[in-house]
């Protein structure tokens, strides 16, 4: 069974003001489509390659792979990170683990607007639980892959390509950024939390 492309979890004008419809439908339809398209491919050549045993151009399907495969999940995770009816502030066992690993919300939001806005080119901020630690870790990624952390679960990601905000921010990644804040699903965010710690 093929990898597919979820569909968005609200319309695609439920998060205006902060993404418009069209930076929405470039961005699932056209974007998130193109990297599991790409994964599926890399899935097909590397099926082809042990039929045919040769795995001469193996190096660039694990690549593909890792991009293509992390690009999907991650985006699948952001459009469920967001809701028309989002903002605030966690509750519950999610607010006592942020508080717990860092200090504040305010921190947290401080670390994370940081962390994101300063990804070097392409890339995510990522908040994920890490298991070996008992703890939320704020990462980076560039592209989709890199600075990643082997047993992390992401629980709330950002994306800070240029095609996710660049129609509406164009260059104010900061702004953009600050923005998310007033759309994060926290129940979305704590479901995902407590799942990862069973
Ligand atoms: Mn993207």
Redesign the pocket.
């Known amino acids: 069974m093929p990898h597919q492309l979820p569909d968005l979890p609200y319309a695609y004008d439920a998060l205006e003001p902060f993404l418009n419809e069209e930076t929405m439908h470039l ?1 699932h339809d056209k ?2 489509a193109g990297y599991v398209k790409g994964l599926n491919e890399a899935e097909e050549k590397i099926k082809a390659a042990q039929q045919s045993g040769d795995f001469s151009a193996i190096r660039g399907f694990c690549d593909a792979l890792a991009f293509n495969y992390s ?1 999907h999940l991650l ?1 699948s995770l ?1 459009w469920s990170n967001m809701s028309p009816d989002g903002g605030g502030q966690p509750e519950g066992e999610l607010a006592m683990q942020i508080s717990k690993d860092f200090g504040s919300f305010a921190t947290f939001k401080a670390q994370f607007l940081a962390a994101t806005n300063s990804v070097q080119g392409s890339g995510w901020g990522v908040l994920a639980w890490q298991p070996l630690g008992s703890q939320l870790v704020i990462l980076q990624a560039e592209k989709h892959q890199n600075l990643a952390q082997w047993g992390v679960t992401p629980v709330l990601v950002l ?1 800070v ?1 240029e ?2 905000y660049y129609l509406q921010y164009q260059n104010r990644r900061a702004e953009f950024i600050a923005g998310f804040f007033d759309v994060i699903n926290w129940d979305d965010v704590a479901a995902r939390l407590a799942a990862a710690r069973k």
């Open positions: 961005h974007h998130h690009g985006h952001f994306d390509w095609h996710a």
